[in-house]
């Protein structure tokens, strides 16, 4: 179900050693599971799609699990909020942002019984799992969207961090977009901020105001796509649906669906088959959701909707080479007919036709 | 009618410790109210946010874990807070005094270099700081520079320096190009205190700047002076105090504990340069030298209140399901409540009646 095995190698010197069958678990008819948001529930972004995820599990298990979950925690000062997790009888314990990956392998450590999963990271050991969404798959569809939307040839991009990530993002989103559009242009900008609604929105006013008329982010809240609403532009919802926010903007959002993968895990924990592994699911796994293409021609939705089954069917890979760098030189092809999800998770270039640098 | 407000001429020693304790009360009961409004139990509250944090030793070491970078700031504030001079940079003093202290660190990775590296990294880091202190503190003094604005503006250059090398020059390489450095060899790592605890020796850090500011503030020239220049600035001129040597000094003072700090929280806790060091510590160090009263001793117990409003919030969350809304509103209230009892002690609230005035 879904795709494995994302660093295996590369990641060998960073992780810990996987010991040899590891805890064997038992079966258990009660247990608790722990989250660890990076932002508020109500960013209706990032946290509030894992806040679902949550949810959903309560839902699955009645009386059989229960959910607790500690918000707006810093990533410099998260691991105290873990450990006390940890402390207070949780046997799976989800870490969702980044930034944990040192305090919750720490902490994964020091409680070898108890389960662990961080999300986005490459730091694994015996009872500390990884798990992230590929959501560049859903960004090509968006970028080809956006490059037949729009009516300047200039398309936007509000980003979080120049993270690989977000980079791959806004690659992905860009090469979608020159694939059915060669004189596009892209404006990025970055917030510096995962979730500040008014850095976003300042962030998204600033592109608008470059004559930028659909834009995107890779930021949590929906302040982006609010202001492109009120300057009558578009915008693609980010991690949750975002059409109550900007009906007539909103042209389909990208969701993260967390919700199918924290309830099997739960379940395996609960089965006692819970394994260290790393998840990367796409939109064949169900973990990136597309919502209904709406406020666009009907060519525009067909093709958007091909484009959709394409990937999930495996025909079309939004990395597929060749890919070109910025510096007119091909990359190195490392996986098979398309980038290698090495390259991916580690992308660190923007390809060409891209007139911004990385900032450094 | 209208509230009328006016200074007490003796003040009551004991009304004065009194009021901080009056002040916790209030503002228990005014949160106790809050949650009963919202259907739950305002003792369980009470016990998860107050007790059990102080009746577990693993709570009480994370409690002066997180109080060691809040007391070593405050404490530097307050030399600057008590001479009338307005050092709001202090979360960037503790960025570029984790820059400087790191800095050795990552150039001594991978290298068998020894024992050396610690001492010589808090150093730099102390360095580091009390530079970054020392330019709002130069800019006012030769060219009259609001001091407010310029420390309070560096903060942003220094957070943008360490944004800046953590993604560039001190990426690990083997990072899959995430901004963080290599995680700091053994030897650039601020030791725990006990073995398996989170206490590392900044906490003896930070209480031996408390002592030695204790015996600085009470009983030398320096804190003498220190006292004349906020109180009475003219006559620590006539007194032949320097208001630019004295403004150099506090800064400098200040801005070398914040740095010392900074390195204490990536060297002892964080082990690596990342975007992000601190949970505003900088800025949260403000008001724990005011809840202290700018008093070393005051400092101490604040930063141990507040590092307690933020496990009590964590423990109130995970185990009552409080929102995380509740404690930050709670540690308003609380500041509110200690100034408020302050005022009180220190002023006479008359109520005048229309027209009885001036």
Redesign the interface.
Known sequence: MFSGKVFGA?AG??VLALSAGGAVAQPKDKIKV?FIYVG?VGDHGWSYQHDQGRQAIEKAFPGKVTT?????V????S???I???A??GHDLIFTTS??FM?PTLKVAKKYPNIKFEHATG?KRAPNLATYAAKFHEGRYIIGQIAGKMTKTDTIGYVGA????EVIAGINAFYLGAQSVNPDVKIKIVFA?TWYDPAKEGDAAKALLDQGVDVLAQHTDSPAPIQAAEARGKFGFGQASDMERFAPKAQLTAIVDNWSDYYVARTKAVLDGTWKSEDTWGGLDSKMVVMTPYKNMPDDVKKLAEETEAAIRSGKLNPFKCPIIGQDGKEIECKGNGALSD?QV????FYVKGIEDKI?? | MRFELTPRTNISPVMRAVAPVVAFITAFLIAGFVIWLMGRSPIAAFDVYVLQPLSDPWSLQELVVKATPLALIAIGLSYCFRANLWNIGAEGQYTMGAIFGSWLALNTHGTDAGLWVLPLMLLLSILGGALYGLIPAFLKTRFGVNEILTSLMLVYVAQQILDYLARGPWRDPKGFNFPQSVTFDPAATLPSILEESRVHYGAIFALVAILVTAVILGRTLFGYRLKLTGDAPRAAQFAGFSARSTTLAVFAISGGLAGLAGIVEVSGQIGQIQPSISNNYGFTAITVAFLGRLNPVGILIASLVVALTFIGGENAQILLKLPLDLTQAFQGILLMCVLAADAMVSYRIRFATRGGGK
């Not at chain 1, 607790?68 to 707006?72: A, G, L, M, Q, R």
């Not at chain 1, 998770?345 to 660190?348: D, E, H, R």
């Open positions: 590369l010197a960073a722990g508020p607790t979950f500690v918000e707006s810093p990533e410099a000062d691991e105290r909020a450990e006390q997790l402390r207070t980044f930034g040192e490459f961090f120049p993270i690989p510096n090495e998770l580690g992308m660190n900032p450094q």
